[in-house]
């Protein structure tokens, strides 16, 4: 298995808090995403990083800011959060672009958020 | 606008049977298909793809078959086993520069009845 970890795993908070998910890999994998996963939509890529401090908007990108300051770290910022992000978070990480194209893009188990 | 469409949120198949799970796209740039599959809790991972360029890929009990005419793909699991229950979700990626974006299916949930 990759060395994906999602922290935290389960959040609950309330609308309008500022909420930070971790995603840390111990594979140097070079490229990290994030993505949400809804009923009806299956998932869609929020943001992505190519390289440290390198990062690029994905689908559906507002709300939402990320930060990558090292390798294995890759955070999900909401700054507000409203009850439309609810929803169960992936972080994902490939070797390159080509690999994540063919299936080389391994998944973290998801961190499950509640914004009441 | 939904660019990869799995119709079928479900499917039940008995144990040694054939299972067939489909998936539709609308974009004709898509290079790459991926099958992704997801237990509960867990993260999706990666099961099978097949280049834009061929029209079958097979490893062991799963094939995916492709009809780009159509803009169809298919997964075959033969025989079914229990293990195979999860949610399959199909995903396609657009190549180049472009490829580190996926786009996936809703997903369709198997279940293998023993």
């Known amino acids: 298995d990759a060395g994906i970890t999602q922290s935290p795993r389960h959040k609950v908070t309330e609308t309008g808090t500022p909420v930070t998910l971790r995603c840390h890999q111990t594979?140097?994998?070079?490229?990290m995403y994030w993505y949400r996963q809804d009923p009806g939509h299956g998932l869609r890529l929020i943001h992505y990083?190519?390289?440290?401090?390198?990062?690029d908007k994905g689908e559906v990108s507002d709300g939402y800011s990320v930060s990558r300051s090292k390798t294995e770290d890759f955070l999900l910022t909401l700054e507000s959060a409203t009850s439309s992000q609810t929803s169960v978070y992936f972080c994902?990480?490939?070797?390159?672009?080509?690999?994540?194209?063919?299936?080389?893009?391994?998944f973290g188990e998801g961190s499950r958020l509640t914004v009441l | 606008d939904q660019q990869v469409k799995q119709n079928s949120p479900s499917l039940s198949v008995q144990e040694g049977r054939i299972s067939i799970l489909n998936c539709d796209y609308t974009?004709?740039?898509?290079?790459?298909f991926l099958w992704y599959k997801k237990y509960p809790a867990e993260g999706p991972t990666f099961l099978i793809s097949?280049?834009?360029?061929?029209d079958k890929n097979e490893d062991g009990r799963f094939t995916v078959f492709l009809n780009k005419s159509a803009k169809h793909l298919s997964l075959h699991i033969v025989p079914s086993q229990p293990g195979d229950s999860a949610v399959y979700f199909c995903?396609?990626?657009?190549?180049?520069?472009?490829?580190?974006?996926?786009?996936f299916g809703t997903g369709t949930r198997l279940t293998v009845i023993p």
């Open positions: 995903a396609a990626s657009p190549g180049g520069a472009g490829a580190n974006n996926l786009f």
């Open positions: 097949i280049s834009s360029i061929k």
């Open positions: 994902a990480i490939s070797e390159s672009i080509g690999r994540a194209a063919t299936g080389e893009l391994f």
């Open positions: 594979e140097n994998h070079r490229y």
């Open positions: 974009n004709s740039m898509f290079d790459y």
């Open positions: 990083s190519y390289g440290v401090k390198d990062t």
